[in-house]
């Protein structure tokens, strides 16, 4: 089996790498000063404005784009294998993805506007989306309901004549808070008593600045509140949008979710390979430069020995994303779910210890904003949550594994 990158992939990779020591990491620093200089944490940072008109000159837009949608991107559209390691480097600054119009949720709500979106639908949203002009977010999670169960969301959505009536709450809704956030895509219960709970919900188009949706508050995650995209939580009360702004039709809710929520899963992995690598990349340089009792900590045996397991757990987690980006190829997402569930459940707490290990290298220093690796530490637990926790695709995954050899 073949895992090496396509001539494409690795010239677009090339490209990315080029682009990344030239304009990426060397703006490390500027970001973050501008991002604490700011009077408004979720306003656009002039840097990304000026690094996203870059990309775009360099050809290296929309790279998430698959070849089934290829007539929105300029390069044909990479498939899942090919944009793997692509996605990986991206992972190696949390904030990068952004820089080439590849950041979640804005791929995954794309993809929802290619795939279901009427022509207007697309016409209002997803061509200034896929021109970087605006973003939106993807309101799923409720506080008030177990959100790992898509079925028990309570915001209402019903019809009432040629509108829609959203009322409820929602929270951890990424991106909703950065000021150059248009719409979101809003998920609830149309048809609560449904006898299929996969048929009580629909998904409906809201503009940010509809009558009736406030913000509450932001939110953080270990204490990080991911400026400028952030997460927020919303209130609806009585937010009304014309009926046409349903996506693909009501009832089919659950869906879309489905199809939208796979790939942003394996989006996710693979930028977090790029986290670990970078990770341990960072924690060989420091065991070579610091010296305790009388020694380089490279020369210590425990040292060594994390140093050792950090890689061979990358080299397999990185086999494990690339096994399933081949079968989803191959296959498609449906007949792939299983080696998307075990990739899921897998790389988030694998590389959150091995950057956890690559931290404890460096001391105090490991916890702080002086090194990306507390905020990398940070995506990997979170991802733990994001897209359905852990347990509920542990579920499912062995449910179908039993099923396929106990019977």
Not at 55 to 74: C, M
Not at 116 to 129: E, G, I, M, S, V
Not at 331 to 345: C, H, R, W, Y
Not at 364 to 382: I, K, P, S
Request: aromatic share 8%; charged share 25%.
């Amino acid at each position: 089996m073949d895992f090496s990158a396509s001539e494409k992939s690795q010239a677009m990779l090339g490209k990315l790498n080029t682009f990344f020591d030239k304009h990426i990491y060397p703006n490390e620093q500027r970001y973050a000063e501008q991002l604490h200089q700011s009077e408004n944490r979720f306003a656009a940072l002039p840097l990304m404005d000026e690094l996203k008109e870059k990309a775009k000159a360099a050809g290296l837009w929309n790279l998430f784009v698959p070849p089934s949608h290829a007539q929105y991107a300029d390069h044909g559209g990479f498939t899942f294998s090919e944009y793997a390691p692509l996605a990986e480097l991206m992972g190696r600054v949390i904030w990068s993805p952004e820089v080439f119009n590849c950041n979640a949720p804005d791929t995954g709500n794309m993809e929802v506007f290619m795939n279901f979106a009427t022509a207007a639908q697309q016409q209002q949203w997803l061509k200034p989306l896929l021109a970087g002009e605006i973003r939106s977010s993807y309101a799923m999670t409720e506080p008030q309901v177990a959100s790992s169960d898509a079925t028990n969301i309570e915001l209402s959505i019903q019809r009432e004549g040629d509108e829609w009536v959203l009322n409820g709450r929602k929270w951890f809704i990424t991106g909703a808070l950065y000021e150059r956030t248009k719409i979101l895509i809003v998920m609830g219960k149309s048809d609560p008593n449904n006898p299929d709970r996969h048929l009580q919900q629909t998904q409906v188009l809201v503009p940010k600045d509809t009558a009736g949706l406030r913000v509450i508050r932001p939110l953080t995650t270990l204490g990080y509140d991911d400026a400028p995209i952030g997460h927020a939580e919303l209130v609806f009360e009585n937010v009304r949008v014309p009926a046409d702004n349903v996506l693909l039709g009501e009832g089919r809710g659950f869906e879309i979710a489905q199809s939208r929520l796979g790939p942003g899963r394996m989006h996710h992995c693979m930028r977090l390979i790029g986290a670990a690598q970078r990770s341990l990349e960072l924690a060989c340089q420091r065991a070579q430069s610091r010296t305790t009792f009388g020694r380089p900590l490279s020369k210590h045996q425990s040292v060594r020995e994390d140093i050792s397991k950090s890689f061979s757990e990358i080299e397999m987690a990185r086999l494990l994303v690339l096994k399933t980006c081949d079968k989803i190829d191959r296959e498609g997402v449906p007949d792939s779910v299983d080696m998307i569930a075990a990739t899921k459940t897998t790389i988030p707490l694998l590389v959150q210890n091995v950057i956890d290990r690559c931290m404890q290298l460096h001391g105090a220093g490991g916890l702080t904003e002086d090194y990306f690796m507390a905020e990398a530490f940070n995506y990997a637990r979170w991802c733990r949550q994001a897209d359905g926790p852990d347990q509920v695709h542990q579920m499912a995954l062995g449910k179908k594994i039993i099923d396929r050899y106990a019977n």
